[in-house]
C-alpha cells in the first residue's frame, strides 16, 4: 500500500510541472508562424479583392485579456514591391476556430 502511495506522488510530481509547462506553451503561442502567414494571407485574399502578398512575423505581442486575443505583427509585402507593417488580432471565434481580424474584435 504505502509503494503506491509513493508512485503517485513521483507520478504527480512529473506530471504536474510538464502540464503547467505545456499549458503555458500553448497560451504563449496560439498558432505557428506558418499558420499565422497562411491565416493573414487568406484574409487579403477574401476581404482585399483577392490581392496576393507574401507575409513574415516581425513580432508577437502579449496575450490581451480584455479582448481575448493575440497581436502579432507581419512584414506585409505586396505585389506592387511596396511593403508595411501591420499588426492582425488573432483570437478564437465562437466555432472555436482561430480567426484573424485587423481590428481588435470587441465582442
Known sequence: MRI???R????SLVLVPVFLLSTDCS???LLSD???VKLVKDHYLFFRGREII???VIE???YIEEYKCYPIKFKIIFSGRR???KTF???KNRSGKVAVSEFINRE
Open 34 to 36: 506558418e499558420k499565422a
Open 4 to 6: 503506491i502511495g509513493v
Open 60 to 62: 508577437r505581442g502579449e
Open 54 to 56: 507574401k507575409a513574415e
Open 89 to 91: 488580432y488573432f483570437y
Open 83 to 85: 511593403n508595411n507593417n
Open 27 to 29: 497560451s504563449s503561442r
Open 8 to 11: 503517485k506522488i513521483l507520478c
